[in-house]
């Protein structure tokens, strides 16, 4: 008997072993939550747990040089993701568009997935104990219709969800069409991430 394996579904996890990085991203990540009341106002209009760049800062790596840094470093990573994916991508992968999270306690962020970009990701640059972790969704969950729950011993990769457990320093990348999201945490301080996508 012979049972394959198909149609992978690829996590990409990576240190970025930079505690000096790391540090200013928080301190500036906690500037721009205080000073920009635009993203302020998004946040809480949308019932955003804390605060996002999401909607109100396009031009963070030209705004900070600490940002233009972590981008000189995803770049790299994002490169071997696509090698290590396989993808045929026929011209040179870049940045499309970057953002800050900072999540409350008990702030979450609903599932969903980011289209018209190739590669997304999040950079960990705080994640107090009790934070989400990041919980990723079998990609043919709404093709399976009358199909069994997974048993509780299940490889991770026959799971319906996989959870991945973020550390400061951390970058995790996965395709873009790949549904995801960061279930209520109950840490006493603030998770806070640098995510983006790449196009």
């Known amino acids: 008997m012979t049972i394959r394996s198909l149609f992978v579904t690829r996590l990409y996890e990576a240190m970025i072993d930079n505690e000096a990085l790391v540090a200013e991203l928080d301190q500036s990540v906690r500037m721009l939550a205080e000073e920009d009341r635009a993203g302020k106002a998004w946040s809480k209009a949308h019932g955003y747990r804390g605060y996002t760049s999401y909607a109100s800062l396009n031009d963070l790596p030209l705004r900070d040089p600490a940002f233009a840094d972590l981008v000189k470093l995803l770049n790299g990573h994002v490169r071997r993701f696509a090698e290590a994916s396989h993808m045929e991508l026929g011209r ?3 940045l499309d568009s970057l953002w800050v999270n900072l999540l409350k306690s008990g702030g979450a962020h609903s599932g969903h997935i980011h ?7 999040t950079f ?3 994640v107090p104990p009790g934070s989400g972790g990041l919980k990723l969704e079998d990609p043919r969950l709404p093709l399976m219709m009358a199909a069994p729950r997974r048993t509780d011993d299940a490889p991770e990769d026959s799971q319906s969800f996989v959870y991945a457990e973020p ?4 970058v995790l990348l996965w395709e873009s069409w790949l549904r995801h999201e960061v279930p209520p945490g109950t840490a006493k301080g603030d998770r806070i991430s640098v995510s983006f996508n790449y196009s």
């Open 167 to 170: 550390r400061p320093g951390m």
């Open 92 to 94: 040179k992968i870049k």
């Open 115 to 121: 289209p018209h970009s190739v590669i997304s990701g």
């Open 124 to 126: 960990y640059v705080a």
